[in-house]
């Protein structure tokens, strides 16, 4: 313990009753100053208890002049559990240290990492915020049926997949897993056919949907480039230990591997992914000469992965002898395919090998920083996501051939050749879609689907970026669905203005003439009931 004399300085802006807590906690290792003490002089770290209820512009004003006033002191902000603020916005104050809800040791933990250089994000908010709720006069009618469509199929795959959850594995599993699909093809059929509706009859005002709060947990130990990547590393290394569910809305052949071969696969990947990046950062690479380097290891990288995974000395009967899993395996396999759905690795590679800044969101931030250190994620799981796919399918392929390795490999549900020919069929054939239809698609809308691992499940991540190189090099085939949705667009203002139009001569047709007749068809009916009631 240090001696008081020697111990770092630390002030601490709270409230009466949490700074005694905070004081009595740390007070016997640390030199503790208030804002209220004669003589503050210089700190080593500042902690701020942020009061409940704080508006988001206070908030970022005082956080401003704090770090104005005791620059280079680190920052730390103690926030509480009901704050509305979201995630997203905590996540761009520029503090050093954000705790939610942290308990006495994680208080403690954290002050040691800003101290030694760190940085630490916890958020833990109680309770998501809420989206109002929409009725159908605010909205347009084209938007309101296909909201209303589209909350119809999220609830009922929210049902299914509880279930799924549950029970994971037999035969009502896979009828979860195919009712899931269906879903997932419906949403997108529902986004086809209602889009150029929603156009038409476009709401009054855009609405503000505020984003659900997230947890998130960041621990730093050092900014630098070899910090960053070993904290993305651990919870990369974290979430594919703990067992992956898929809920990206596609079929994976990923999910064809067992349990333990699936995380072997994918902790192998990240092991290459390290020397790989080790190997650069010595080598000294920058610019083309690293991305070429990068898409040259690439076959390399998943053939000593996909070894690793199957374990080098597992020997498996074959027609009467034993051959070698890992070696059969990488000698049968085509590993150098490319996806072309895998954004450019060079900003990725030069964050974490030279600690350049990344851009995110319209905004270049160090890697450090808790928004940039989140996208490299995502960057990282959607290429760890990706190998292994292509690797699962070649194993997939391989299995067909190999009864043995089937066991051996594969979920116990596609040892009949059935099953595990269902499973590649339907692969290859959501493989032909996605290149004809969804890919043109999803550039001719700048969009780009990552993969990322976020509590224990595979989700899809969208990313808008520009893609118009790529819209080049689509075939006519692939550019004629480009010219459909062009024209969808552009007719979508005169259908508007001829629905208006044809509503306007129903208003007409119904007022001042269907209404009149029957007006005078009714006066006259009573005028002639009045003469009868008259003469009787």
């Known amino acids: 313990m240090p001696e008081a004399k020697d111990a770092p300085p630390i002030l601490i802006l709270a409230e009466p009753l949490i700074q005694a807590g905070l004081e009595r906690l740390l007070e016997d290792s640390f030199q503790l100053k208030t804002a209220a003490s004669p003589e503050t002089g210089r700190v080593a770290l500042v902690v701020w208890s942020v009061s409940a209820g704080m508006p ?3 908030l970022e004003r005082e956080l401003m002049q704090l770090r104005e006033r005791w620059q280079p002191a680190p920052l730390l902000l103690l926030l509480p559990a009901e704050t509305n603020l979201p995630s997203s916005w905590l996540l761009q104050l520029e503090a050093d240290g954000l705790l939610q809800q942290a308990a ?14 760190g940085r630490v994000v916890e958020l833990r908010p109680l309770h998501g915020v809420q989206i109002p709720h929409e009725n159908r006069e605010v909205l347009g009618l084209g938007q309101w049926l296909l909201q209303s469509g589209l909350a119809q199929i999220e609830a009922e795959a929210l049902r299914c997949q509880r279930w799924l959850d549950l029970q994971p594995v037999g035969l009502n599993a896979l009828l979860l897993a195919g009712r899931l699909r ?20 476009p709401a009054e005002a855009p609405l503000q949907r505020p984003e659900p709060q997230a947890v998130v947990g960041i621990t730093l130990r050092e900014r630098t480039a070899i910090g960053v990547w070993n904290a993305i590393q651990e919870r990369l290394i974290a979430a594919a230990s703990a067992g992956l ?3 990206s809305g596609q079929l994976m052949a990923l999910e064809g591997l067992n349990p333990d071969h699936r995380r072997d696969l994918l902790l192998a990947l990240l092991a290459q992914f390290d020397l790989l990046i080790t190997r650069f950062r010595h080598e000294q690479l920058r610019g083309e000469a690293l991305e070429s380097r990068w898409l040259g290891q690439q076959p390399e990288l998943r053939r000593l992965s996909l070894r690793s995974m199957a374990g080098e000395y597992v020997q498996l009967p074959l027609e009467g002898g034993l051959l070698p899993v890992a070696k059969s395996l990488s000698e049968a396999s085509d590993l150098s395919a490319v996806d072309p759905e895998l954004p450019s690795a060079l900003p990725m ?5 030279t600690a350049q800044p990344i851009l995110v969101d319209g905004r270049l931030l160090a890697p450090d920083e808790p928004q940039a250190l989140l996208h490299l994620e995502a960057l990282i799981s959607n290429w760890l996501i990706r190998s292994a796919e292509l690797i699962s399918a070649e194993i997939l392929a391989s299995c067909s051939a190999w009864p043995d ?4 490999l594969l979920r116990s549900d596609l040892l009949p050749t059935r099953n595990l020919e269902r499973l590649r069929n339907q692969l290859n054939s959501q493989q032909r879609w996605d290149a004809l239809f969804e890919r043109p698609v999803q550039l001719y809308e700048s969009r780009r689907l990552l993969y990322g691992l976020q509590q224990g499940a595979i989700v899809p991540i969208e990313q808008m ?11 006519w085939g692939q550019q004629l669905i480009t010219l459909v949705l062009e024209g969808r667009d552009a007719l979508a203002p005169q259908v508007q203005s001829l629905f208006k139009r044809l509503g306007d001569l129903l208003v007409v047709v119904l007022t001042q003439v269907i209404g009149r007749a029957i007006g005078l068809v009714g006066r006259g009916i009573l005028q002639g009931m009045g003469r009868s009631v008259g003469r009787g």
Do not use: H
Request: hydrophobic share 50%.
């Open 56 to 58: 988001a512009a206070t």
């Open 245 to 247: 569910s898929n809920q």
């Open 349 to 353: 590679l030069a964050a974490l090998i």
């Open 104 to 117: 006495p040791q994680e208080i403690r933990s954290a002050i040691e990492t800003l101290l030694a250089g």
């Open 465 to 475: 970026e520009p893609r118009d190189q790529e819209l080049q090099q689509l075939s």
């Open 182 to 201: 269906e879903l997932s093809l419906a949403k997108r059929l529902l986004l086809w056919l209602w889009g150029p509706v929603s156009m038409a009859f």
């Open 405 to 408: 390795l089937r066991r051996y």
